[in-house]
């Protein structure tokens, strides 16, 4: 069977800076010298896009294409568009090609919606008569029928968004381009846009499809590319490829948020007691700093000293990148420098937008602590983490029943929760559904 779309050792390179132009007059001649960039290695004057990428996708196949942020997705899209060629390798598309790469691409701001979609339906090689056969249905699926014969430049980048769609989809093509646009618009007409691409994927026609929206790629998608920094790190099932990639992307930011966890410590260490400050005048309450250039702070007296703090799964690993629902521990270090008694320690999460997510402590949680002297360690254990996708700061704290602060670390320590579910708001509480129909 023959390939909707091959692709045969794709390279495609931009110039970085564009060349110097030519200039005619002794004045010109000097400013350009003058202005001359260092020479640089052939290598450094091209940005690769994409390198030597071989794909075939057969006719009939949804497929998605993921990747980080300036993994070239979108360059591979125009490359099988047509509207960029490659720099090296082959691209061969067997059939007719309709692509919706960004909002109101192509379209004429000044000119009314009626105007454009017969320009967009010639570009996309239908006839007039053709336009004029499928226009009534163009704008009842785009819901512009009070407004075809304004200007565009007076839509909404949601009536952008349909019209384009709309002229997309309804002029039949073999296959189906789409880049990211299906994140825009209203819930309603996200669900008229899936609805199309679905009737699309029964007709067996062949549609790409590059998201950062995982969800939507699973939905969708039979078969996956994932590209990285222009290169195919692998392409084939969905669930398969989607899985890799995530294992990928957690192990980078696993590493990440380590790094910024030893930079906490350092901080933490570097961050001095307050000297000649009345206990009066010490924060007591558990919470973000106030109009504080720099949020992370510590304060307290230091009769009990924090000497460590670490978030751990629940093999004891120490980790800093959570699922939702894990069970997480963390582990805070102290030493008492003389006997304290009645000490309370506490815990407060914070998303990184300042919402508090949750306090409590050993006082709360009526854990009574008799004394403490000498180094020690205390846990507090978190049997199902709800938290959804976002990063939070971790404060902790040792102070007195009476709120007196021996040691207050805010917003030193970083974590993050991850979920590929697509819940709103902080938290998953346990939950089910009862349906009595």
């Known amino acids: 069977m023959q390939a909707a779309i091959e692709l045969r050792q794709v390279s495609k390179s931009y110039r970085r800076f564009a060349r110097l132009r030519q200039f005619k007059t002794l004045k010109g001649a000097a400013v350009r010298d003058l202005w001359r960039r260092p020479a640089m290695p052939e290598s450094e004057k091209f940005n690769v896009a994409l390198k030597d990428i071989s794909l075939s996708i057969e006719p009939g196949k949804t497929a998605g294409i993921i990747g980080l942020n300036a993994s070239g997705k979108s360059t591979l899209l125009r490359v099988i568009a047509g509207i960029t060629k490659p720099t090296r390798g082959t691209v061969e598309v067997d059939g007719k090609i309709s692509t919706l790469l960004e909002i109101g691409a192509g379209f004429h701001p000044e000119i009314s919606g009626r105007e454009n979609v017969y320009i967009n339906g010639a570009i996309l090689g239908l006839s007039k008569s053709e336009i004029q056969s499928k226009f009534d249905e163009i704008v009842k699926f785009a819901e512009l029928e009070d407004f075809i014969d304004f200007p565009v430049k007076t839509y909404s980048s949601g009536m952008f968004m349909r019209l384009g769609f709309s002229v997309a989809v309804n002029v039949d093509p073999d296959i189906l381009l789409i880049d990211e646009v299906l994140a825009v618009g209203d819930a309603v007409f996200a669900q008229k846009c899936y609805d199309r691409i679905f009737d699309y994927k029964r007709r067996e026609k062949t549609i790409v499809i590059v998201s950062h929206d995982l969800g939507a790629v699973q939905r969708l998608c039979d078969e996956v590319a994932w590209l990285h920094r222009g290169e195919l790190m692998q392409y084939g099932e969905t669930k398969k490829v989607i899985g890799n990639y995530l294992q990928e992307v957690t192990e980078g930011e696993l590493k990440r948020y380590a790094q910024q966890h030893e930079k906490s410590v350092e901080k933490m260490s570097a961050l001095e007691a307050p000297k000649d400050v009345s206990e009066e005048e010490l924060p007591y309450m558990i919470g973000p700093a106030q109009n504080s250039p720099d949020p992370a702070e510590r304060w307290g007296t230091r009769e009990i000293e924090i000497t460590s703090v670490a978030m751990r799964n629940e093999k004891g690993e120490e980790r800093y990148v959570f699922s939702c629902g894990d069970t997480v521990f963390v582990e805070i270090g102290f030493v008492a420098h003389k006997r304290i008694e009645q000490p309370v320690f506490g815990v407060g999460i ?60 805010n917003r030193l320590f970083t974590f993050a929760v991850r979920s590929d579910r697509p819940d709103m708001g902080i938290f998953r509480p346990d939950h089910k559904w009862i349906l009595e129909l």
Not at 356 to 362: A, D, I, V
Not at 375 to 404: C, T
């Open 350 to 409: 914070f998303r990184t937008d300042g919402v508090w997510c949750y306090g409590t402590n050993t006082m709360i949680d009526k854990k009574s602590i008799e004394s403490v002297e000498g180094e020690g360690h205390i846990i507090i254990k978190f049997d199902s983490l709800p938290l959804l996708s976002a990063s939070y700061y971790l404060d902790v704290a040792a102070h007195a029943e009476n709120d007196h602060p021996y040691d207050y670390l």
